[in-house]
């Protein structure tokens, strides 16, 4: 891209919407290039490349470039000018909005940084927003926290006070908290017979025999209505461990969280009645 000489911007994570732009022409070139094979009967979209390309740049652009197509762009001088003019207000409108951001923030002295979803879907009373940060300084769009981390100002909230702050209620954290905590209350006297029962057995067993241990006791099988499985059972409690077979050799275990594992010793074994 430089020998083209093209400028090449990294755009941060959190910003997602950074290139829509460029999403959006990409999502409508694919459009044309789908509806090209079809229409030829084509599987070899590579070889269509180039022509639908061309097409994209030849269609006229009614609402930004004024009808004019992509491809005219450069032998059009008003045009140009009238791009220009047009970028130079977006710039100025996005250079007081980051500037009111920046006095916000800095006035309120501290920040909430917001959290990643990691792309799932999040109900809309669901708190974005977790830890406070200190303000350290601000650099135009960006806001530097007390740990010397930056933050794009458009991605943080604003906090006067904290005071009063409990943090998110049950039905406000992220996931299926709410539902884990219902299962829980449920199922409590099932981990607590499973805890004695690995007490019993060294702290540990099998998934295949704790979970027959517990399907022999009455209500368990009703009570694990909606628990997708009994590793979900065991992740919902502290005092048990889930141990996958790959640590252990071939066979998934369930174990006490407040024992370590055995390990075997291995070579010849001490002669206890040897004097040193």
Do not use: C
Not at 4 to 15: C, F, L, N
Not at 85 to 105: F, M, T
Not at 114 to 143: H, I, L, N
Request: glycine share 8%; charged share 30%.
């Amino acid at each position: 891209m430089k020998a083209e000489g093209i400028e090449v911007y990294t755009k941060r994570k959190e910003d997602i919407n950074a290139i829509s732009t460029i999403d959006t022409a990409i999502g409508q070139l694919k459009k044309a290039l789908v509806r090209d094979t079809r229409k030829v009967g084509t599987d070899d979209w590579a070889s269509r490349l180039q022509k639908v390309t061309q097409g994209q740049n030849n269609n006229p652009i009614d609402e930004y470039l004024e009808g004019v197509p992509p491809a005219k762009v450069s032998t059009n001088p008003d045009l140009i000018n009238l791009l220009k003019d047009k970028n130079a207000r977006y710039a100025d409108y996005n250079q007081r909005r980051i500037e009111k951001r920046g006095q916000k923030i800095e006035n309120a002295g501290q920040f909430r940084i917001m959290e990643d979803m990691g792309g799932k879907f999040t109900r809309g009373f669901k708190p974005r927003f977790g830890e406070v940060r200190q303000v350290k300084e601000m650099q135009g769009a960006v806001v530097v926290d007390n740990k010397d981390k930056d933050h794009l100002t458009k991605f943080v909230l604003p906090v006067e006070d904290t005071t009063n702050d409990a943090g998110p209620r049950r039905i406000e954290q992220r996931g299926s908290a709410l539902t884990d905590a219902t299962r829980r209350a449920r199922l409590r006297p099932y981990a607590d017979e499973l805890v004695n029962f690995l007490r019993r057995n060294n702290g540990h067993a099998t998934t295949a025999t704790a979970s027959k241990h517990l399907r022999e006791q009455p209500g368990f099988t009703a009570a694990m209505a909606n628990v997708p499985s009994f590793g979900a059972f065991i992740r919902l409690f502290d005092s048990l461990k889930l141990v996958n077979a790959s640590a252990t050799g071939g066979t998934s275990k369930v174990r006490l969280t407040n024992m370590a594992p055995r390990r075997r010793l291995r070579g010849k074994q001490p002669d206890p009645d040897r004097r040193v």
